[in-house]
């Protein structure tokens, strides 16, 4: 069987029990079972975690002139949960998912919002934060020195590519070892069944 981990990024995993512990108790298995085989894709997640921390400064300092003052703030809770790559990248650094709260609305403001802003470290916020940009936003950044700026730029597009390249290398790793997980198919089917 081969697996197509487009089929793996959704938003409302969450929502969805059933295949959340699905999704969770895979990757359980893989990263618990399979520490050496997936040791490519730990090495792409510890970067990428390095350098999305690198780039926090820069949007820091851009979300602080306009953030406190905006009418229509973005963080609401159906922001705040993973997906499932955001989940392949947690298991990879080590780390396990989120307790999130049981009945919170999706539209009211995320759990995870206080009064400095997102309470989590950038590096392990769902990759949709971090890559959310409102047009104010990015005005304020555009508008600031050039050259901060386009280093940015090319620091977020390195970003995408490394995820890129650390999902590609989790999905090549679950295609071989397939064959010989007995159970691993039907609990795949499980977490991506829509
Ligand atoms: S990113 Fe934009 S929409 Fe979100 S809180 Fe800041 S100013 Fe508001
Ligand atoms: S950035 Fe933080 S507070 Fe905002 S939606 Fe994402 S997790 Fe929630």
């Given at each position: 069987?081969?697996?197509?981990?487009?089929?793996?990024?959704?938003?409302?995993?969450?929502?969805?029990?059933?295949?959340?512990?699905?999704?969770?108790?895979?990757?359980?298995?893989?990263?618990?079972?399979?520490?050496?085989?997936?040791?490519?894709?730990?090495?792409?997640?510890?970067?990428?975690?390095?350098?999305?921390?690198?780039?926090?400064?820069?949007?820091?300092d851009n979300t602080a002139s306009v953030c406190p003052l905006?009418?229509?703030?973005?963080?609401?809770?159906?922001?705040?949960?993973?997906?499932h790559n955001d989940l392949t990248y947690i298991y990879a650094?080590?780390?396990?998912?989120?307790?999130?709260?049981?009945?919170?609305?999706?539209?009211?403001?995320?759990?995870?919002?206080?009064?400095?802003?997102?309470?989590?470290?950038?590096?392990?916020?769902?990759?949709?934060?971090?890559?959310?940009?409102?047009?104010?936003?990015?005005?304020?950044?555009?508008?600031?020195?050039?050259?901060?700026?386009?280093?940015?730029?090319?620091?977020?597009?390195?970003?995408?590519?490394?995820?890129?390249?650390?999902?590609?290398?989790?999905?090549?790793?679950?295609?071989?070892?397939?064959?010989?997980?007995?159970?691993?198919?039907?609990l795949y089917m499980k977490s991506v069944k829509s």
């Open positions: 069987m081969t697996i197509p981990m487009s089929q793996l990024n959704d938003t409302p995993l969450w929502h969805d029990r059933e295949r959340w512990y699905a999704a969770t108790s895979f990757l359980e298995r893989m990263f618990n079972n399979y520490g050496s085989e997936l040791s490519e894709v730990t090495e792409y997640a510890n970067e990428l975690g390095k350098r999305i921390d690198a780039v926090s400064p820069f949007i820091q905006c009418p229509k703030v973005c963080c609401i809770n159906v922001h705040g949960y993973y997906d650094l080590g780390l396990r998912p989120l307790r999130y709260k049981e009945g919170l609305n999706d539209t009211g403001p995320c759990q995870f919002l206080s009064r400095d802003g997102c309470g989590l470290e950038r590096p392990v916020r769902p990759f949709r934060c971090n890559w959310y940009f409102c047009r104010r936003l990015t005005q304020q950044m555009e508008d600031g020195p050039a050259r901060p700026y386009r280093q940015f730029v090319n620091r977020f597009q390195e970003v995408v590519n490394l995820r890129r390249l650390m999902l590609d290398e989790f999905s090549c790793r679950v295609n071989l070892l397939a064959p010989q997980e007995e159970g691993f198919a039907s």
